[in-house]
């Protein structure tokens, strides 16, 4: 089993910035990829971004490509999400999860076994 807690969310205004944390425990091992999903009310959770345990490579959503950036801190087991320029179509609670290898495409949800409680994002115009 891995355990995930996302820390780091909160109310912000248009423009600003937040930087939300997953640190991870258990069989951290068997982790391939962390990925970060959001879901907003009255939406079906999507895709936002994702890193490579090993490695560290990145992909993201079109939506927040060039505001958003996922790392990670190996040592630490802990990926950040740090969000700039943040709108208020970015309100959500934002999820980390993390799945193994050979369990789907990193883009659905489905591929994903383990996943965080959530934090809520607010950006208010």
């Known amino acids: 089993q891995v355990q995930l807690v996302e820390s780091g969310g909160g109310l912000v205004q248009a423009g600003g910035s937040l930087r939300l944390s997953c640190a991870a425990s258990g069989r951290t091992f068997s982790i391939y990829v962390l990925g970060w999903f959001r879901q907003a009310p009255g939406k079906e959770r999507e895709f936002v971004a994702r890193i490579r345990w090993s490695g560290g490579n990145t992909y993201y959503a079109d939506s927040v490509k060039g505001r958003f950036t996922i790392s990670r801190d190996n040592a630490e087991n802990t990926v950040y999400l740090r969000m700039n320029s943040l709108k208020p179509e970015d309100t959500a609670v934002y999820y980390c999860?993390?799945?193994?290898?050979?369990?789907?495409?990193?883009?659905?949800?489905?591929?994903?076994?383990?996943w965080g409680q959530g934090t809520q994002v607010t950006v208010s115009s």
């Open positions: 999860a993390a799945r193994e290898a050979n369990s789907g495409s990193s883009y659905y949800t489905q591929s994903y076994a383990y």
